[in-house]
């Protein structure tokens, strides 16, 4: 799940018929709306391209709306994509570790809250227990979502951050499993008025394989959900 080369996300975008001048708009066909629809738009904006949507609801709410749709494939002209990597928008293991001494950067967790806490298991996950990095706090990309599947309003979504006492004029890393729903952390704190949020691209994944058994906190009875 982790970011391609530059070259690769260049080759694969432009033979999509993307270019540098295209406004990209980005959707899934997810149940609840949206899900894997922001991390491709986080992927775009973090090889430099910064005129990518996402479609409000998704193709649920496209559907339900009766907008018209096709069952014939797209068959674009390749075009000429540059992508050039914004190292702001990503963090590595080893920067979010040395973070836990510097706490420079707000860590915010999207997976569920049971997922978060270790009391429910990661699914579909052989040799991954739950529970979190040290220091991180839980708020799960469902909750950015109304029932019908729609990003709620910004007012909604800075009094979410503001409960969980994400301060949005301060530094922020999002991260989940394996760096999809974090860029759900990322959508939200953009439409919030901030750009900058950080995404932890190996997230919980890497981190139970990586860090330091200290730095993973979980509330599971012998170590297992």
């Not at 295209?22 to 959707?27: D, E, G, L």
């Not at 394989?209 to 509330?219: D, G, K, Y």
Request: a negative charge; one cysteine or more; glycine letters at 8%.
């Amino acid at each position: 799940m982790m970011l391609p080369s530059e070259a690769r996300f260049a080759d694969y975008v432009g033979h999509l018929g993307i270019s540098n001048d295209t406004h990209v708009v980005v959707y899934d066909g997810d149940h609840l709306g949206s899900f894997y629809a922001p991390r491709i738009w986080w992927m775009f904006r973090v090889f430099g391209h910064r005129t990518v949507s996402v479609l409000n609801g998704g193709f649920r709410n496209w559907l339900k709306e009766g907008h018209p749709v096709t069952s014939e494939p797209s068959r674009p002209e390749p075009a000429v994509f540059k992508a050039t990597l914004d190292r702001s928008l990503l963090k590595t293991y080893e920067q979010v570790l040395e973070n836990l001494e510097s706490k420079r950067f707000q860590l915010v967790d999207s997976r569920t809250q049971g997922r978060y806490l270790g009391t429910e298991p990661e699914p579909d996950a052989v040799g991954l227990d739950s529970g979190h990095i040290r220091g991180s706090v839980n708020m799960p990309f469902m909750d950015f979502l109304t029932e019908d599947g729609f990003e709620k309003s910004p007012e909604m979504l800075r009094a979410m951050f503001e409960a969980k006492q994400v301060d949005l004029a301060k530094p922020v890393i999002a991260t989940c499993r394996k760096g999809v729903t974090a860029c759900h952390i990322a959508l939200a704190a953009y439409l919030c008025g901030k750009p900058d949020v950080a995404i932890y691209d190996g997230s919980w994944f890497e981190w139970f394989h990586r860090a330091p058994p200290e730095t993973r906190v979980s509330q599971a009875k012998d170590g297992k959900a």
